[in-house]
């Protein structure tokens, strides 16, 4: 009966390695955990800077609570100059108890839920070693199996077509047939992007801020141009891989749920025939 009601040309390949799919699940482990307590780590000093110094008057995000003219209170968010009411979101959200709290981020989205920075921290420096040591795993594996070069490298008619691939991601057409058997040009761009840019700058921003690796590596501190540099470069980077994952998991929900979660745990993917 499957036989019969498969379609023709419709076959099953097998796409991900056992090391990539492992590395896989433990880094969405690592970046759930890696989000939440930072945020809880953020939301001790809810503003970012660029330098040495934190400066209150030459802060570049500030995250607070203020009160209106009448009196009632206002989450506000400004960002170099301008200042955006946030009320309920960031800078002043209910807290577990259903009180008004304020704070940069709310509850529901840091870890723990309550304000406890040491807690934070140590979830947050856990996992930063277990993510570290998961991506080097995953490059050590890339590197000797050549997936990065034969399964992430653009080649250069996928770079001529990027145009043609962007306008096909906007009207939700996905490759099929020979095509869909491997990554198109925009997700090679934005994994190796994510691998190679925005994770390297996360660890060693984050190593940048820890005092005792400034002490082992001081030049650390001036590469990023001080701490403070470290640290706004280090939530940017952060926000771009967050920004990453939405989009990932956007494209998964609109190409085929089971078929890509499929993929990512037993390895075998659907390659719909062309049309």
């Not at 500030?62 to 009448?70: E, H, L, S, Y």
């Not at 002490?215 to 650390?220: H, S, Y």
């Not at 001080?226 to 998964?252: K, Y």
């Amino acid at each position: 009966m499957d036989a019969e009601n498969k379609a023709i040309g419709e076959s099953v390949i097998f796409r991900h390695a056992l090391v990539v799919r492992l590395t896989h699940w433990v880094n969405v482990l690592c970046l759930l955990v890696l989000l939440m307590s930072g945020l809880q780590i953020f939301n001790a000093h809810s503003r970012l800077y660029f330098g040495n110094n934190s400066v209150p008057e030459n802060a570049v995000l500030v995250m607070r609570a203020a009160q209106k003219a009448d009196g009632t209170p206002v989450g506000l968010t400004t960002i170099g100059n301008t200042t955006f009411d946030t009320t309920g979101v960031l800078g002043l959200s209910t807290s577990a108890g259903g009180q008004l709290e304020a704070r940069g981020f709310p509850s529901w989205i840091t870890l723990p839920s309550y304000r406890d920075l040491a807690t934070g921290r140590r979830w947050h420096f856990f996992f930063a070693w277990a993510f570290v040591l998961n991506g080097l795993a995953y490059l050590a594996y890339s590197l000797w199996s050549g997936h990065i070069k034969r399964d992430l490298a653009p080649s250069r008619p996928q770079l001529r077509n990027i145009g043609h691939d962007i306008l096909e991601h906007i009207r939700l057409r996905f490759p099929k047939g020979e095509e869909a058997k491997h990554y198109n040009v925009l997700q090679k761009l934005a994994y190796l992007a994510v691998i190679f840019v925005l994770l390297p700058l996360v660890v060693l921003t984050g190593l940048t801020m820890s005092p005792g690796l400034d002490a082992a590596f001081p030049f650390l501190v001036e590469v990023f141009g001080g701490r403070q540099s470290a640290r706004t470069i280090h939530f940017l980077c952060a926000t771009g891989i967050v920004l990453f994952v939405i989009i990932h998991v956007g494209m998964v929900l609109v190409s085929g749920v089971w078929n890509n979660m499929r993929s990512m745990i037993t390895g075998r993917y659907r390659i719909e025939p062309a049309e």
